[in-house]
């Protein structure tokens, strides 16, 4: 393990210093690469699709797995995006002359090296292996096993690039060992290791939390809610809770409970079932939701469970009080949203959630890197150092101070 990361940590120091029209015309390599030889990426994607039926993954983590062309494609476009980004590297963010006539700049500077350890998505793979790149990091990444021979395809390709440009191809490196024990190792590995990001289900980020001794930024379960308030618009309030639970439900920004105001309760869940049962929604209700719509009870359980899934949640509150308190007891701080034509409800709902993404009249489904500007995202942040929410390039960076100074001495 410490071969592998010393070769990991001499890497990112030539990745740091290289030149930004050096680093997009390798990026764009990376992206005609993949495209290239998507035949090779969708091959091995072939098999962890067999492997996971075989193992029986639930539909959302079959989806997750899932690639085609199009997706590839997709995702060489994202690596194009990430690409074209504004340099994060060496940005002046202060800048000033101290009473000793010091010159002092705040730069910004790449982290090192970024463990990366995250589940089902081969895309990530790459997104993340661009945007440490861009950023001028290492990478180590540890996808789950389940996407073994996608992300190896991936990664092969990636690491092709590099080496035809030169660059150490151990600057994006797979985690060889899938095992616990191998992302034990990992997370305690402050010699080489300066940052991990782990993004995937409770248990992992729990493990991940309770034992590293790197620093870690966490991407926990997205447990988003939506609360329609008495003044909503009832149209734009369905188009917007169905497109956030249905659009994709196996994703960690769709919608897991709604929160109806009771004074509207009568009027629009009616209309909301219509609308979820064309989607086959399997929905769960309180004691008064069910009093209005004939639904499956929504036990204290279910307020705490990440979906991921078609099935939602609704709870009847009596108003923005008992809605923001259950968002606080039970929310992962990941994105909520309210829908309503009142401003100043609006405007006290945003500051009183304490989410890292908190939307008014929109679908927490935007909650992503790609929708946000930042080309893609290594992860949707819930810790609030040293980044929240959809983390990009930029997040990527930390700063040092650069002091000029002309022959200066302290008395």
Known sequence: MKTFL???KDASRVVATLEPKRKKKILFDMADKLEKHYEEILKANKLDM????KDELSKALLDRLFLNKERVFA?????????TLKEPVGRVLDGWV???NLKIEKVSVPIGVIGVIYESRPNVTSDTAALCFKSGNGCILKGGKEAKESNSAIAKLLEQ???ENSIPKEAIMLLPDYSREGVSKLIKMDEFVDLIIPRGGEKLIRFISENATVPVIKHDKGLCH????????IKKAIDITVNAKVQRPGVCNALETLLVNEEISKDILPLLKEEFDKHSTLLKGCEKTREIISIKEATEEDWDIEYLDNILSIKVVDGLDEAIEH????????SEAIITEDY???EEFMDRVDSSCVYVNASTRFTDGGEFGFGAEVGISTSKLHARGPMGINDLTTYKYKIYGNGQTRE
């Open 98 to 100: 101290n009473k000793d």
């Open 50 to 53: 067999t492997k996971g039926r």
């Open 344 to 346: 100043s409800v609006a």
């Open 327 to 334: 968002i606080q007891k039970h929310s992962s701080f990941h």
């Open 75 to 83: 995702m060489a476009n994202g690596i194009r995006e990430i690409a």
């Open 161 to 163: 690039v590099l080496e």
């Open 6 to 8: 010393q070769k990991a």
């Open 226 to 233: 939506i609360f329609i308030d008495k003044k909503a618009d």
